[in-house]
């Protein structure tokens, strides 16, 4: 059983660029969530992915948008990126089986920096 | 929207004391996480509660969700230096989203 991966694991931007991260759910899994992570914070949910769509979104603008692959792989972009974008981004996969949320596991994160 | 505070921010202790974190909400909550994130790395997820009053124990490790679902704790019994990290509580706010704490950061002095 392959864990969750994301690429890349750190990255560097100017404000104005944009970004796409990568994330590779763990084997079985069918759902995708991203998550935005601040220093010194908790995670902040972005949006959800399952079956490729879009199934619950946070507080975050338009210009955060995702996809989600027939194979459950997911990507987040990020548009016109601005300063306050820098923070560690957070994919989590689960297995979607109704109910509650289920749990969740989380990969490595990319560390996304905007100058 | 639907928060949880959790409490203390910082938590620091001597190996061998015990540590706790609380977790705190003004709605009723379906469910509460635990998750443990070591410094650098993620988080890790710890436990899921889901009923009033429910005590879950993992070795050293004591959770519980108060009888009114509003509140949350983790108790760890004479810590050690791998227990070192950020512990975060978490909610459902539906079935897609959840809400985490700010997490409580626990160091430990050897």
């Known amino acids: 059983e392959t864990g969750v991966t994301q690429s890349p694991t750190h990255l560097i931007k100017t404000r104005g660029q944009q970004v796409t991260l990568r994330c590779s759910s763990q084997s079985g899994h069918n759902t995708v969530s991203w998550y935005q992570q601040a220093l010194g914070q908790g995670p902040q949910f972005i949006f959800q992915y399952y079956r490729e769509e879009e199934n619950g979104r946070g507080n975050f603008p338009p210009r955060f948008s995702g996809l989600q692959f027939p194979n459950y792989s997911s990507e987040l972009n990020v548009n016109a990126l601005e300063l306050d974008d820098s923070a560690l981004y957070l994919c989590?996969?689960?297995?979607?089986?109704?109910?509650?949320?289920?749990?969740?596991?989380f990969g490595p994160g990319t560390r996304l920096t905007v100058l | 929207g639907q928060q949880v505070m959790q409490i203390p921010q910082y938590q620091h202790v001597q190996e061998g004391e015990d540590f706790t974190t609380y977790c705190n909400s003004s709605t009723t909550l379906s469910n509460i996480q635990w998750y443990k994130q070591r410094p650098g790395g993620h988080p890790v997820f710890l436990i899921q509660?889901?009923?009033?009053?429910e005590v879950k124990k993992q070795k050293r490790l004591t959770f519980q969700f108060g009888e009114a679902k509003k509140n949350s704790s983790l108790h760890i019994t004479a810590t050690q230096t791998t227990d070192v990290g950020t512990y975060f509580c978490?909610?459902?706010?539906?079935?897609?989203?959840?809400?985490f704490g700010q997490g409580t950061r626990l160091t430990i002095n050897p």
């Open positions: 978490a909610a459902n706010q539906g079935a897609q989203k959840l809400v």
């Open positions: 509660l889901v009923k009033s009053g």
């Open positions: 989590a996969s689960s297995l979607r089986s109704g109910g509650y949320t289920d749990t969740q596991y």
